[in-house]
């Protein structure tokens, strides 16, 4: 069965970092894409971050000096170097992936980040 699995969130203070891991298992991670999304509070999910599987990048550009995408197809993992946090970064963070053949979506249940004092 198909699984997405995020660790590594927590509590941090402003100017602070996390990373953020996001491990796969049940299909073809490698030939999927890989993307982190979050929804904070009374806000809409937003995409936070992307990998393609042949490793383009895209960020959300409140985001794109701060943080950083990688994959490691031999562990099946994606992960979220976040740096330099703001309370405004607090939000529900999920794991995507994605194939365009036949469409299909697959989402962890999120991990929490709060940036606070």
């Known amino acids: 069965q198909v699984q997405l699995v995020e660790s590594g969130g927590g509590l941090v203070h402003p100017g602070g970092s996390l990373r953020l891991s996001c491990a796969a298992s049940?299909?073809?991670?490698?030939?999927?894409?890989m993307s982190w999304y979050r929804q904070a509070p009374g806000k809409e999910r937003e995409l936070v971050a992307r990998?393609?599987?042949?490793?383009?990048?895209n960020y959300l550009d409140s985001v794109k000096d701060r943080f950083t995408i990688s994959r490691d197809n031999t562990k099946n993992t994606v992960y979220l170097q976040m740096n330099s946090l703001k309370p405004e970064d607090t939000a529900v963070y999920y794991c995507?992936?994605?194939?365009?053949?036949?469409?299909?979506?697959?989402w962890g249940k999120g991990t929490l980040v709060t940036v606070s004092e």
């Open positions: 049940g299909f073809t991670f490698s030939t999927h894409d």
């Open positions: 990998i393609t599987w042949f490793l383009r990048t």
């Open positions: 995507n992936g994605y194939n365009r053949n036949p469409g299909m979506d697959y």
